[in-house]
């Protein structure tokens, strides 16, 4: 019987992967593997393998804007995710792509959002069980989405962003625009968040939520 295991699948623009932000990925995956209780293994959005075999999915955030990624490799990921009849977390740039698959349309905001703030939930979900009506949350974002698609529900919403959190309950994805992976002892919903999709996913989630660097 085979291991479960989550895949990262890294959305970043694959020639701007620089050390830095390969070191930063590695650190996420780490992360993600804490809370999860299960192996995390992280690949890049060009690698053409199918993603069937995983317990879960977690599409990473960009630090790279959207108008520089290659179409056909998008194009790509967006068949396997498809494809793929597993859980499926998307957090920023990954819960941006979940938007365009399903239909939906993304755009530049005026002005980045950075920081922790405070989320207004609108929809019950079991991606927020176990926190207060209003969780705080870390932001790290340049662009938004501007179109919600037929199918994909809206979970929680900001005074600076119309779409913050997303579910689509037939596909079991569910994704974030603010980062649940960037928490510390004083703002730890974001691990609750992570720990509450793994058990989602039938992962035996650690409940023990250490603080974590707050970076984008």
């Not at 085979?2 to 020639?15: C, D, N, Q």
């Not at 992967?17 to 990925?25: G, L, S």
């Amino acid at each position: 019987m085979t291991a479960a295991r989550v895949e990262f699948v890294i959305t970043e623009h694959p020639p701007a992967i620089t050390a830095a932000r390969e070191k930063h990925y590695e650190q996420l995956r780490q992360r993600l593997e804490e809370l999860a209780g299960v192996a995390v293994g992280a690949r890049r959005y060009d690698d053409p393998a199918d993603l069937d075999d995983a317990a879960a999915v977690v599409l990473s955030g960009s630090f790279e804007p959207w108008s520089v990624h290659s179409p056909e490799a998008l194009a790509g990921l967006a068949e396997r995710v498809r494809r793929y009849e597993g859980p499926v977390l998307g957090i920023c740039a990954g819960m941006q792509l979940q938007v365009m698959f399903a239909g939906g349309t993304v755009g530049p905001r005026a002005e980045p959002e950075v920081g922790f703030g405070v989320l207004e939930l609108v929809r019950d979900d079991p991606l927020f069980d176990g926190l207060d009506p209003a969780p705080v949350v870390y932001e790290h974002h340049a662009e938004d989405v501007t179109a919600v698609p037929e199918g994909v529900e809206v979970l929680a919403r900001s005074p600076g962003c119309a779409v913050e959190a997303i579910a689509v309950p037939h596909r079991r994805w569910w994704g974030t625009q603010f980062h649940p992976e960037c928490f510390s002892d004083e703002h730890p919903d974001g691990a609750r968040i992570l720990a509450n999709f793994f058990a989602l996913a039938g992962l035996g989630a650690r409940r023990e939520m250490g603080s974590a660097e707050a970076v984008g």
